[in-house]
């Protein structure tokens, strides 16, 4: 067997370990990682030279909502620029959501999901199944979802008005379920009975889009974490709590976590890099909001430090965006906004420059953070997330010296603002490779629409 494609002389970072090498790939796979490849006849049909570089696993964002209907209208990036997106910033793994069809049931939505992203797809994907009617059709469809590659659901404790919201019976119930299973349930924690009573009480008040921080303060969310906690520990579980903004949560799942309770948490760059006071702009602060909002200065420190000790295991994006037009629609109230900003193509950016660069940690606690821990909890290790024979072939490659003002005009995601708009973020990569197919080529798209791949998961493993 020969090479297909070699890429030669660059720093091969892994979550253990960083270490010059050169990888040798045949077909979707790696075939060899080492100082030499002679023994693979040395030549291949392209040399990538890496000379100076980070080859990093592909990245997996675990947290993406492309095309979804939400807010009165459709996420922007469909799985076409969404996924595109995702190629140019080193992501080539995203995991979707499919909403539980309420007739047809949870497969039935998964079905209809991949339907929509089968032929648009330029990466990889998995999909999280989101239960909405929890009961003795889901309870027993659980395990054949399950056994079809999709082993973890997500529940909301918030959006009772779009009929999305599961109660804490429900809750309880799947958590159950998730001790024997293989299965883990994703968690959207926010207080939804006190929320809406801020939301009453600031409604019509001339508070434009701080009126989405007046109402959602740190407890909303503490208090949901602290019960979803309770009901993990209580039935003996797996839980994971989705997109977590504070710095109290952190605190919760850390508690949680010495006491023995199956819980993970991830948090996104925009808790690590934004703060409320985006939202006092009152020309462009309603563009930044999403659910949960983003928090202080002193929240941020805190997940970065849990990112650091663990109680934060992975970082993803909760990417939903919205367009400008899109987000005009609150036309000034505050409970009309739509949630949701773009993220995959500024995600391992955002974590290299803060993370990595700004000295917080080094390049292999990044890769564990966006590419091996996602991949091994989510049940898609060391099929991805890794840099290791046998592995698929996708990596990213990243000039350490090269950095570049983020403009949204110049970016793949369908949004025409970017939340990280004039910041200098390093980690763009010059080269992206998912399954052996290089997909970025000099910082540019090159890859294919219908390339990507359905990925089957397994239970996962502990971190
Ligand atoms: O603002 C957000 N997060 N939009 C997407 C839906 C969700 O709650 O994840
Ligand atoms: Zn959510
Ligand atoms: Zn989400």
Known sequence: MGLDLIVKNGTVVTAD????????????????????????????????????????PGCVDVHVHLQLPFCGTVSSDDFLSGTRAAARGGVTTIIDYAIQDVDKGLWAGIEKRMQEADGKVCVDYGLHSIVIRWGQAARAEMPKVIARGVPTFK???????????????????ALCETKDNGGRILVHAESERVMSSLIKKYK????????????????????????????????????????????GGADIVKQARARGTNVYAETCPQYLLLTDEVFKDRERGHLYATCPQVKKAADSERLWRGLVDGEV?????????????????????FTKMAFGMPGTETMVPAIYTHGVKAGRFDVSHMVRLCATNPA??????????????????????????????????????????????????????????????????????VGKPGYGRFIERNAGTEL
């Open 17 to 56: 370990d960083s270490f010059q090498a050169d990888v040798g790939i045949s077909g979707e796979r790696i075939v060899a990682v080492g100082q030499s490849l002679a023994g693979w006849g040395g030549a291949a049909a392209r040399a990538i030279d890496a000379a100076g570089k980070l080859v990093i």
């Open 155 to 173: 529940m909301f404790m918030v959006y009772e008005a779009e009929g999305w919201q599961s109660d804490d019976a429900a809750l309880f119930g």
């Open 204 to 247: 019509g008040q001339d508070v434009g889009a701080w009126g989405h921080v007046l109402s959602r303060p740190n407890f909303v969310e503490e208090e949901a974490i602290g019960r979803a906690v309770k009901w993990a520990e209580a039935s003996g579980g797996r839980l994971y709590i989705v997109h977590m903004s504070t710095g």
């Open 313 to 333: 295991c992975i970082v993803s994006t909760d990417t939903c965006t919205f367009n400008t037009k899109q987000k005009a629609m609150w036309n000034g109230d």
């Open 376 to 445: 091994r909890l989510h049940g898609l290790y060391p099929r991805k997330g890794t840099i290791a024979p046998g592995s698929d072939a996708d990596l990213a490659i990243i000039d350490p010296n090269r950095t570049k003002v983020v403009d949204h005009r110049e970016l793949d995601t369908n949004c025409d603002w970017s939340p990280y708009q004039g910041m200098e973020l390093g980690g763009f990569p010059d080269v992206t490779v998912c399954r052996g197919q290089v997909v970025v080529d000099g910082g540019k798209f």
